[in-house]
């Protein structure tokens, strides 16, 4: 079982940054691969980014390739998403997630964070 809880969302203007962080807690978090996903109001849940257990994979949406970077320490039971350059389209609220496969897809992951939102004006 893990638990995980998201911090770090806000109201930024556009072009300016935040940083998310996952803080997980339970057993064996780092043989987890950890996702990032968001979701807008009348909108599926989208993945934005994943980092593998090891941290040394990463894969990112195309919108936000560039601009975020996930990374984790496995030692702090954490994992960030730095996000720059942030756009209006951005907004929404920001989950993570920890599952045993990776992948883009919500399926692949078994437990969830409640959420943090993002709120970039313009």
């Known amino acids: 079982q893990v638990q995980l809880v998201e911090s770090g969302g806000g109201l930024v203007q556009a072009g300016g940054s935040l940083r998310l962080s996952c803080q997980a807690s339970?057993?064996?978090?780092?043989?987890?691969?950890i996702g990032w996903f968001r979701q807008a109001p009348a909108k599926e849940r989208e993945h934005v980014a994943t980092?593998?257990?090891?941290?040394?994979?990463?894969r990112y949406l195309d919108s936000v390739k560039g601009r975020f970077t996930i990374s984790r320490d496995n030692a702090g039971n954490t994992v960030y998403l730095q996000m720059n350059s942030l756009k209006p389209e951005d907004t929404a609220v920001y989950f993570c997630?920890?599952?045993?496969?990776?992948?883009?897809?919500?399926?692949?992951?078994?437990?969830w964070g409640q959420g943090t939102q993002v709120t970039v004006s313009s």
């Open positions: 339970g057993r064996s978090f780092s043989h987890y691969a």
């Open positions: 980092i593998s257990w090891t941290g040394v994979d990463t």
């Open positions: 997630a920890a599952g045993t496969r990776w992948g883009i897809s919500p399926s692949a992951y078994t437990y």
